[in-house]
């Protein structure tokens, strides 16, 4: 039965993208796989047989970056490969942020992480790694074109250095050099930025990475100084999964034996490949890039009109309550959406998206952000409704009763049709809000726009264009929306609403 | 006929608005506008809201042509009494046509098109035929009167309470004002309640006057209109001191 349904909404998907010449079909696609995903039983990956779900960030290149053709590709990408063929499963590959990427393997996202993740004991604590399958370290990175002598770290002592959010250089940066201002950021792109912005004098990230992408952007950086530290990458699945660690220990050495470990290291890290892989990297075809923010920017407009629908379905009778006198249910309510309305939007996705499966409910990544920006968008709109209702005069309700309206037709007819005119400013204010709240669903690697956009900008390594369309193709779509609420509310003064 | 027996209403700050309040106001085809008078304060709206039973009074009995007030269901309550507000309220987001057949569709049930007739014909009935299509916020203050005044009629109440109709109209169209309502006459009695002495004077067949909560006079037009003129000259002196 779920094999059906995914079969069924592969194809939908697959109708999304050829789609995107006729560009209603998408939309309406995107609409109803959304709706389908709503109501999709949940399933945890992991528990799937036969089928190995590995992650990574696609964000790392040489180890995992998007090639020209939008497809996967790097060193873990084919050590990937290589594990699942030696296991004899098949291999599905989740590209997810890397800062949420250990909760997601707890949480049963996925059933290991290639994503050159270093073996600490800090992380030993919370899963298990399998053997080492390469061996880097940190080091230091300055700027090339840069006066100053920096021979190494002990010369930075008060600058500022840049790390990735969530990489174990941040953890040895701040604990072993705590003379040095460490910031963090969300990835090398940002970092890069910041070196030619002159705000870093330098970062620290892994050396085959580092040289490798400064290579390949053509970035002015040199190393400075020795490794800091080794480091091994291992596997981690979560605790309790002895014969799946057993099983990928078992493919990395037959790998290792075979010569294909030491295959792939020629391929990504060896003199030659290492500048083909350069060329490709500048090369994303526009045409590719139009179609990854266009689909982007539909599953973003997906998720904002059901999360506005249903939002709205709830906030309805919530604004109703929120409206009546004192009541056990009112004190529920108003509790509820003074809590949704003063916590931050990402705590109450990750509460949702990592939270959730604690309870026994894997929800998928779309899942938990229509549900999360379903009752974000339902606390904000439950007080437009409130207000709405309170603008239309008491006198309406009294003037509909003496003539002989019950409470409901009082309520259906004559105080909701009126409430409603006045709350739609508001209400497409909330909606504006609610769209461009989608792109913090990236976070959870959901695929909208912004998602899209980073992993382009991560190829192509220019952040202010791709940042730039991706905010005015929001503005494209907010834009009118806030010009109809500026219109209605002189309509409205003109018709002579709320007025007593 | 409306009869009032020992009406009392206090808010419940305790400030105690209705005096025993007993009253017969009966109607017949001749005179059938009865104007309840009074300075602001005098109770004389609170009395209005008792009538229009949006208001339920804590001791006392109303009684519409012999049947308790309180003991008549929603519905046959207001088929007997409609009320016209001061502030007229209309439904802004309606037409006038769809303002009038509101009502009649979704209380009585009647068929939207026999509706939208009737609408039409008592528009034209009290001169407003022709803005049927309206929204209440492109009507003059009069045409909305008259717009109120159709509303409640469409739905036939024996007795009409309109609260100080004249509040926000000119000179003229009080006058017209009061030929309309007395073209009324017939099936519908009207009560109306203000402190407009020459609107009562050209409308009313009989006036009531009221004085801190309690009936100082129910009698013909002229002599109570006496009386409250000599109650209005004697306040404008004490505020003069």
Request: hydrophobic letters at 45%.
């Given at each position: 039965m779920i094999r059906k349904i995914q079969k069924w909404l592969n194809s939908l998907m697959n109708r999304v993208s050829s789609g995107i010449k006729r560009p209603v079909i998408p939309l309406i696609s995107v609409t109803i796989f959304l709706l389908a995903a709503l109501f999709l039983p949940l399933q945890s990956k992991a528990s799937e047989s036969k089928r190995l779900t590995v992650a990574l960030t696609g964000k790392y290149p040489p180890f995992s970056f998007y090639d020209p053709n939008g497809e996967l590709a790097g060193f873990d990408v084919d050590v990937s490969r290589g594990v699942a063929r030696e296991l004899g499963q098949e291999l599905e590959i989740v590209t997810t942020e890397w800062d949420g990427i250990l909760a997601g393997l707890l949480a049963g996202k996925f059933d290991a992480i290639i994503g050159s993740m270093a073996i600490t004991t800090e992380r030993q604590k919370q899963v298990d790694f399998s053997i080492p399958y390469y061996v880097s370290g940190a080091q230091l990175f300055v700027n090339a074109e840069n006066?100053?002598?920096?021979?190494?770290?002990?010369?930075?002592?008060?600058?500022?250095?840049?790390?990735?959010?969530?990489?174990?250089?941040?953890?040895?940066?701040?604990?072993?050099?705590?003379?040095?201002?460490?910031?963090?950021?969300k990835s090398t792109v940002d970092i890069y930025q910041e070196m030619l912005n002159g705000r870093l004098v330098g970062f620290v990230t892994d050396r085959l990475v580092g040289g490798y992408q400064i290579k390949s952007a053509g970035m002015p950086f040199r190393p400075a100084g020795k490794l800091l530290y080794r480091e091994q990458m291992g596997i981690p699945v979560a605790h309790g999964h002895p014969e799946l660690l057993a099983q990928i220990n078992r493919a990395l050495t037959h790998l290792e034996k075979s010569g294909s470990m030491a295959d792939l290291n020629r391929k990504w890290f060896g003199p030659a490949a290492s500048d083909?892989?350069?060329?490709?990297?500048?090369?994303?075809?526009?045409?590719?890039?139009?179609?990854?923010?266009?689909?982007?920017?539909?599953?973003?407009?997906?998720?904002?009109?059901?999360?506005?629908?249903?939002?709205?379905?709830?906030?309805?009778?919530?604004?109703?309550?929120?409206?009546?006198?004192?009541?056990?249910?009112?004190?529920?309510?108003?509790?509820?959406?003074?809590?949704?309305?003063?916590?931050?939007?990402?705590?109450?996705?990750?509460?949702i998206y990592f939270g959730a499966p604690q309870i026994g409910l894997t929800l998928s990544p779309l899942t938990s952000a229509v549900i999360t920006l379903s009752i974000n968008g339902a606390a904000y709109m439950a007080e437009v409704v409130r207000s709405g209702l309170m603008a239309v005069p008491p006198g309406q309700k009294l003037a509909a009763k003496a003539l002989g309206l019950s409470n409901f037709k009082v309520f259906r007819f004559v105080v909701w049709p009126q409430a409603f005119r006045i709350a739609i400013p508001a209400l497409v204010n909330s909606a504006v809000a609610l769209l461009k709240d989608t792109a913090l669903v990236s976070v959870i690697s959901v695929a909208e726009v912004l998602r899209q956009a980073q992993s382009i900008i991560s190829v192509t390594y220019n952040p202010m264009k791709y940042y730039f369309i991706v905010a005015l193709m929001f503005f494209v779509f907010t834009y009118p929306l806030m010009k109809f609420a500026g219109r209605w509310e002189k309509t409205l003064k003109k018709r002579g609403f709320a007025d007593d | 006929m409306i009869k009032v027996n020992d009406l009392e209403f206090t808010y419940p700050d305790g400030t105690a608005v209705l005096k025993k309040v007993s009253l017969e106001l009966s109607f017949d085809q001749e005179e059938h506008i009865t104007a309840i008078v009074g300075r602001s304060g005098s109770g004389k709206t609170t009395l209005l809201q008792c009538l229009a039973r949006f208001l339920m009074p804590k001791h006392g009995r109303i009684e519409i042509d012999g049947v308790a007030a309180h003991s008549m269901t929603e519905a046959q309550f207001r088929s007997k009494v409609g009320v016209v507000f001061q502030n007229l309220y209309l439904f802004p987001h309606l037409t006038v046509l769809d303002n009038l057949t509101l009502a009649p569709v979704h209380v009585t049930g009647m068929a939207e098109k026999l509706a939208e007739q009737k609408a039409r014909e008592i528009l034209e009935r009290v001169g407003v035929g022709d803005q049927a299509d309206s929204y209440p916020a492109q009507l003059s203050g009069g045409q909305a009167q008259r717009v109120a005044i159709a509303r409640a009629l469409l739905l036939k109440p024996d007795f009409l309470l309109l609260d100080e109709p004249t509040s926000a109209l000119d000179i003229n169209t009080t006058n017209a004002l009061a030929k309309l309502l007395q073209s009324l006459g017939g099936s519908t009695n009207f009560i109306i309640v203000t402190h407009d002495i020459p609107f009562v004077r050209k409308v009313a067949h009989r006036a009531v006057l009221i004085r801190d909560g309690r009936v100082v006079t129910h009698d013909t037009v002229e002599s109570v209109m006496e009386l409250f003129q000599q109650e209005e000259k004697q306040a404008e002196q004490v505020n003069a001191q």
């Open positions: 006066d100053e002598q920096i021979g190494s770290i002990d010369d930075l002592a008060g600058r500022r250095v840049g790390v990735v959010l969530g990489e174990t250089f941040e953890h040895y940066l701040t604990e072993t050099h705590p003379e040095i201002e460490t910031v963090t950021y083909t892989v350069a060329i490709h990297s500048f090369a994303m075809s526009n045409r590719t890039i139009t179609i990854r923010l266009l689909q982007g920017f539909g599953v973003t407009i997906g998720i904002a009109f059901i999360s506005l629908l249903c939002g709205f379905l709830l906030a309805v009778p919530a604004g109703v309550v929120l409206n009546s006198k004192p009541s056990p249910l009112l004190l529920l309510v108003r509790t509820t959406v003074d809590f949704v309305r003063g916590t931050p939007v990402l705590i109450q996705l990750f509460f | -």
